[in-house]
């Protein structure tokens, strides 16, 4: 099974990328696993055309996007993560979410008809760190409203939505508390079954 991460943090130390790694201890070894690391590529965004209807892929000149397509497409589970940034998903991940509309859904030339799904039945794992404490965290001005904005995208794939995980309080903790470190290895076995 080909698994992809997709990180939309800058801080490749950070609480993100640690509660993603967390999930990549639990899957078993013949898997192969990709990371994407939004930060890092060379992408314009989304211009809204919607030209990659008719075309499949998006039609502006080639950048990391036409990668992160495939690699999408290909994939048979998903890992997606971000922190929290004013209730939202970081910058970068929204530009590569948006520049792969057609990766996850599939619409009709027309765009009259309702888009389907290019996934359904892959599982998918969403995970978020964030500074606010429990309970304030779980605010849509916070950590669910990051969590709600990846959510749109994978849904709109028809994955099966497996788990997801906030990491709160994350200014006053030092590292992965063991519970959720438990609890992400957990996930991740369930991901690669
Ligand atoms: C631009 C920016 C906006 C942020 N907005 C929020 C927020 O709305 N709520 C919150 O709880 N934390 C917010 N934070 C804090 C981050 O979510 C927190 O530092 C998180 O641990 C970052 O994830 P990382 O460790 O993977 O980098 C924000 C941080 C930045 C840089």
Redesign the pocket.
């Known amino acids: 099974m080909k698994i992809l991460f997709l990180n939309g943090?800058?801080?490749k130390?950070?609480?993100?990328?640690?509660?993603m790694k967390c999930i990549e201890k639990g899957i078993d070894s013949s898997h192969s696993i990709a990371w994407i690391h939004s930060y890092d590529l060379n992408m314009t965004p989304c211009r809204a055309c919607l030209q990659c209807r008719p075309n499949k892929e998006c039609v502006s000149p080639k950048d990391d996007g036409h990668y992160v397509w495939h690699k999408i497409r290909s994939a048979d589970a998903i890992v997606i993560?971000?922190?929290?940034?004013?209730?939202?998903i970081?910058g970068p991940l929204k530009i590569l979410i948006d520049r792969n509309l057609t990766a996850f859904e599939e619409i009709a030339a027309s765009g009259l008809e309702m888009p389907s799904p290019l996934h359904k039945g892959k599982k998918a794992i969403i995970v978020?760190?964030?500074?606010?404490p429990y309970p304030?965290?779980q605010l849509q001005?916070?950590?669910k409203?990051?969590i709600q904005a990846m959510e749109v995208a994978i849904k709109a794939g028809g994955y099966n939505i497996i788990g997801s995980i906030t990491?709160?309080g994350?200014?006053s903790k030092d590292g992965v508390p063991l519970k959720i470190e438990e609890q992400a290895r957990i996930l991740g076995m369930k991901l690669s079954l």
């Open positions: 943090s800058p801080r130390n950070g609480y993100t990328v640690s509660l993560g971000s922190p929290t940034y004013f209730g939202n970081s978020t760190a964030c500074n606010a304030m965290s001005s916070q950590s409203g990051a990491l709160d994350a200014a």
